[in-house]
């Protein structure tokens, strides 16, 4: 069985700890990690650097699946260091998180981007001193009039949102496999070339 220093990958889902935050879409980040470790059976244990963290394999590549206990806002402190720990470059990092200007379940990969807007990932940046990574972007929308975006992001997910947003997390999941096993060129390919729609469900 792999340990978690043979990891080949960190992939960090952002979102903020605690169980007022866990339906927010805020928290859409946690929610791919949760995603991906039930696919394969693990559960999160705590770690150093204020995270939870689980080792799992995809296609045979060991992979350490990462939730930051930090608050979105400080959360470079543990993805750095847990990047350092295993050696791995930040080519080999991946940041899974909301984003407002996207429309709700739309997903869009980026890499080598600035945070637009982001505070969680403008810590990551800050905290490795670079922005060659690969991010998943997942739409959570804009806020409606009168709302501001602090108040959106951090509001529970609306039920009319609720079965776009998780089949988005399903999605997000298999781009986080296929950027690992295909690279970025055919993820980005196949993962931003439309908005999502109700077929993709079923793909």
């Known amino acids: 069985m792999a340990a978690i220093g ?27 990690m949760e995603r991906l470790a039930a696919v394969a059976a693990a559960g999160f244990v705590s770690g150093p650097f204020e995270s939870q963290l689980t080792l799992v394999s995809l296609s045979s590549v060991p992979v350490l699946l990462l939730k930051p206990q930090t608050f979105m806002n400080r959360s470079g402190a543990a993805v750095a260091g847990w990047l350092a720990r295993l ?68 509001a529970d997910v609306a039920p009319e949102e609720s079965a776009v947003l998780a089949d988005a997390v399903a999605r997000a999941a298999d781009a986080v496999r296929s950027l690992i096993l295909e690279g970025p060129g055919p993820a980005m390919n196949r993962y931003n070339a439309r908005p999502w729609s109700a077929t993709d469900a079923s793909e």
């Open 6 to 32: 043979d990891a080949h990958w960190l992939v960090a889902g952002l979102g903020n700890p605690g169980p007022a935050y866990v339906r927010t879409r805020h928290n859409v980040g946690f929610a791919v």
């Open 87 to 154: 050696g791995l470059p930040p080519a080999r990092l991946i940041v899974v998180h909301d984003d407002l200007d996207l429309p709700v379940g739309r997903l869009r990969i980026v890499t080598a981007a600035g945070p637009g807007g982001h505070r969680g990932v403008g810590s990551i940046q800050e905290g490795l001193g670079t922005a060659d990574f690969a991010r998943i972007r997942v739409g959570i929308g804009r806020p409606e009039v009168g709302e501001d975006a602090a108040g959106h992001v951090l």
